[in-house]
């Protein structure tokens, strides 16, 4: 997937207001509609205007991506580092593409999951629900925490252009959270109209990378380095949990990838999630004479090879 310049498909610079916006998509709309133009890419380029108006005209998208574009030029090969939206507070808008619009993957993968549970219509007094995404640490779905997150939410100035309007909020991360949940809070979203009561904002979860630690769903996954002789000997090794070592056994004999399962050492739910240890061999290097030769001796020791299997 490349990286699509909006600015650049409108031809406006990054600081350019919602009207220079607006004036040069229209132009360039007259100019490449597929009924009146004669230009052999007309419709192409029709429907990559019609993209990037979508996402400048709005506040919200806009922001979202000024957040990846200061970074990426077009035709660069683009994919959206993980929790590259976190800290944004959205209205309760769905920024789904609109039916019938064929948007690019790029689009999609900026936007393609905006909306938010809990939204509410227009017609109601009380205001919209926001939504954010909000990264912790896996230890917090543990053990539960209070964190302090700031949010930042785009909103147009006097000047038409998109500025971010800050703040910050206490949190309470209750225990058994997992990725991709939501926390509720109530009257923290949009104001209500007249003396509606304001929305509410929805935090999506998501974990901070671990270099030791993946999920899925509630199931953690640890690779575990061994040496060739604990795994062909077997032995007792103190592992790395989210909170805290555990002493592990290993099977003697026990082959690279294989899985050891510490029921319900996983997310804390009902039922609790599982801790999977995922064997990894790494061999010591043979960097000096003595080295080398405990690895000869090995060779002659074993009638071994590891690739009987393949053929040919």
Not at 258 to 286: H, N, S
Request: charged share 25%; no cysteine.
């Amino acid at each position: 997937m490349k990286f699509k310049d909006y600015y650049e498909i409108l031809g406006v610079p990054r600081d350019a207001t919602q009207d220079d916006i607006k004036r040069a998509y229209r132009k360039l709309a007259r100019k490449y509609h597929p009924d009146v133009s004669k230009v052999a890419d007309a419709e192409t380029r029709f429907k990559e205007l019609g993209e990037a108006y979508a996402v400048l005209k709005d506040p919200e998208k806009h922001a979202a991506y000024d957040q990846m574009g200061s970074r990426w030029k077009a035709g660069q090969d683009f994919q959206p580092p993980p929790g590259w939206d976190a800290g944004f507070e959205f209205s309760g808008r769905d920024f789904e593409a609109a039916p019938g619009r064929d948007q690019s993957e790029f689009f999609e993968a900026l936007f393609g999951r905006r909306a938010g549970p809990g939204q509410r219509s227009h017609m109601h007094a009380q205001g919209q629900d926001h939504h954010a995404k909000v990264m912790i640490d896996l230890a917090d779905a543990y053990r539960g925490a209070q964190r302090s997150i700031s949010l930042r939410m785009p909103v147009l100035d006097a000047q038409g252009q998109v500025t971010m309007q800050e703040r910050t909020l206490d949190v309470s991360i209750p225990k058994e959270i997992r990725a991709g949940q939501h926390l509720r809070l109530a009257g923290q979203g949009g104001p209500g109209l007249g003396k509606g009561p304001a929305g509410d904002l929805y935090l999506e979860i998501a974990f901070n990378p671990h270099p030791q630690f993946r999920t899925d769903g509630r199931d953690v996954y640890l690779d575990l380095p061994l040496a060739p002789w604990e795994a062909a000997l077997g032995a007792s090794i103190a592992a790395p949990t989210p909170v805290g070592p555990v002493q592990l056994t290993i099977p003697p004999n026990s082959a690279a990838g294989r899985q050891l399962r510490l029921k319900g050492r996983g997310i804390p739910g009902t039922p609790p999630g599982d801790l999977y240890v995922v064997l990894k061999m790494v061999l010591p290097p043979a960097e000096n004479e003595s080295a080398r030769e405990a690895y000869r001796t090995m060779a002659k020791a074993f009638d071994f090879n590891p690739r009987t299997h393949e053929k040919g």
